[in-house]
């Protein structure tokens, strides 16, 4: 597919469906999903079920296992083995979130106290081992090696990748080829298990499963500077506000700018990006840098590129049905608003 073609198709796919009509054709999947979830994850004890039920309330956009269920449905159908996958990385992505607010000290996760707000670190953490827990339990219990081995791989990726950008932070030396290789790890190799599980889950064709798992890497790394493109944008689009840049995260935008900045502007910038605390003056700053200077511009059409050469790709494949149902997806993580 061109990109002449892909940029014509953009506007009317985000002009005449939103994310529940894009989803609507495995929205009866989602609803068989979910109770399978809660199956799996319910507990007798009686302080895990309680936080449990607390954390089923707060449901997200749903993206990953959509993903799952879409890729399934290209090569074949949804059954018993994609609900299994889908499972499994909401459990493996659940866990890790729950574990990043207690890492970030986070109060909130989408508008609700977060866990360990309420019931404390020691509970958020425990609660994130027993999800990592049954998510390979589910494995064993349902004999599906393959999927474990990618999911085990995708957490390998996932931990390295988040250790690998705490020595790079505390170091200062962020260059484009170190946050590719961050993002590629601990956002992107999630997605990419997602679409590599939803091919596995209906085929056994190695190069459709080998070519989603390259499908779903190049959509999780624009998915990421997509968030990262959210915390430089002028107006309020629902992520915490410039809580990159009060973290000291150096993302694409920032590189990129920093790269069409005079050295004396580069220094400038790089000091106040090493502040711990900044004031919003300060941090105004660096946003109003960041765009003068390409930065926002430069990301996406990085994004973008990504996104064309993923779907370049999936058009390559033997596809059964809904490739519009996927690039429409696709097309949602790129330009959603939050």
């Known amino acids: 597919m061109s990109q002449e073609v892909l940029t014509e198709k953009k506007p009317s796919v ?6 529940k009509e894009i989803t609507g054709p495995v929205q009866n999947d989602l609803e068989v999903f979910r109770k399978f979830f809660k199956e799996e994850i319910s507990s007798d004890v009686f302080l895990l079920d309680q936080i449990i039920n607390y954390l089923l309330r707060q449901k997200g956009k749903e993206i990953r296992p959509t993903l799952v269920f879409m890729t399934a449905r290209m090569f074949g159908q949804v059954d018993k083995r994609s609900f299994v996958a889908a499972t499994m990385i909401e459990l493996l992505h659940t866990a890790t979130l729950i574990h990043d607010d207690v890492v970030d000290e986070s109060d909130k996760r989408r508008a609700f106290l977060s866990i360990n707000k309420i019931w404390r670190n020691k509970a958020g953490v425990l609660l994130g081992d ?5 998510g390979l339990l589910i494995a064993l219990d349902y004999k599906e090696y ?8 995708a957490v390998k990726k996932m931990s390295e990748g988040e250790l690998r950008q705490l020595k790079t932070s505390n170091l200062f030396n962020m260059t484009e080829d170190r946050y590719f290789q961050i993002i590629s790890e601990k956002t992107a190799s999630l997605i990419s298990a997602c679409c590599q599980c939803g091919a596995i889950a209906t085929t056994n064709d190695e190069q459709i499963i080998d070519t ?3 499908v779903g890497l190049k959509i999780g790394i624009a998915f990421q500077i997509k968030d990262d493109l959210f915390d430089y944008g ?13 973290e000291r995260k150096v993302t694409l ?17 790089r000091r106040l990006m090493r502040k711990r605390r900044k004031s919003s003056k300060e941090i105004e700053q660096i946003v109003s840098f960041v765009n003068e200077h390409n930065g926002l511009k430069s990301a996406e059409q990085k994004m973008i590129s990504y996104t064309e050469s993923a779907l370049k790709q999936l058009k390559s494949l ?12 696709v097309d949602f993580i790129v330009t959603r608003k939050k």
């Open 212 to 214: 989603m798992k390259e």
């Open 318 to 329: 033997p596809i059964v049905t809904g490739y519009e149902d996927f690039e429409a997806l």
């Open 14 to 19: 985000i002009q005449q469906r939103n994310l």
């Open 146 to 153: 393959q999927l474990l081995h990618v999911l085990s791989d």
């Open 130 to 134: 027993f999800l990592l827990s049954n």
């Open 253 to 269: 935008p920032l590189i990129y700018a920093l790269e069409n900045a005079s050295k004396f502007d580069q220094l400038r910038i």
């Open 234 to 246: 002028l107006e309020d689009i629902g992520k915490p506000t410039r809580n990159d840049i009060k």
